[in-house]
């Protein structure tokens, strides 16, 4: 049922979107140069890897050294323009179509994070990842790691159809509102390095 559903939402909605990702990827190409699409793998259900796409919104600004700087410095104000509306995540909408995400369910992060996770935090794993969730519409990326996963175990545990819908009218509140982009003083969420457990 929730697959039939994502699919009957995702594909009009790729469709509506079509025009707005054309403009997207051509400023983009413009402005921040290529590639213009992001992939990176991610753990999907289960854990198993799957591609995710996205729209880049970083230089590849690099050091003397050949190494990345740090995002502060390569998210320009275009691309955090992207991120405020979450125009980058549009491409995900294909992730949806395909199978590998769900419009609602734990974002799906690094692979680097898969053994670092508790045996309860690793439940986030048990249904498919989401381009939205629980966690993203109670703080998104202004709450810490630990309570983003406690949200997204306890979504695993009282999915419904309901919740889905509620969760995605406020997302959209969200987006509207540009509500919980940076973490702190960070333009992006701090990498995850497991929980303190003493």
């Known amino acids: 049922m929730k697959r039939l559903c994502d699919l009957l939402v995702s594909i009009p ?6 025009p707005i990702i054309g403009i997207v990827a051509v400023l983009i ?27 880049r919104t970083m230089t590849e600004t690099r050091d003397h050294e050949g190494n990345l700087l740090p995002d502060s410095i390569r998210l320009t104000p275009f691309g955090m323009f992207l991120r405020k509306y979450s125009l980058d995540e549009l ?13 609602v369910g734990p974002r799906p992060l690094l692979m680097d994070y898969l053994p670092l996770y508790t045996e309860e935090q ?8 989401g381009i939205t969730g629980w966690a993203q519409i109670n703080g ?4 810490s790691w630990e309570d983003k996963f406690k949200l997204d175990v306890w979504y695993v545990e009282n999915q419904s ?3 889905d819908l509620k ?13 919980g982009i940076s973490h702190g003083n ?3 969420m701090e990498k995850f390095s497991g929980s303190n457990l003493s």
């Open 161 to 163: 159809f309901l919740l």
């Open 29 to 55: 190409r413009l402005k921040l140069g290529s590639p213009v699409i992001f992939k990176q793998l991610r753990p999907g259900l289960h854990g198993k890897p799957i591609n995710i796409y996205k729209f």
């Open 122 to 129: 690793a439940k986030r794993h048990q249904v498919r990842p």
């Open 140 to 143: 998104r990326n202004k709450i």
């Open 186 to 188: 960070h333009v992006t």
């Open 167 to 179: 969760i995605l009218a406020l997302t959209f509140v969200k987006v509207v509102k540009s509500d």
């Open 91 to 103: 491409l995900q909408l294909v992730n949806v179509i395909q199978g590998d995400l769900s419009l």
């Open 13 to 18: 909605l790729f469709v509506l979107f079509l």
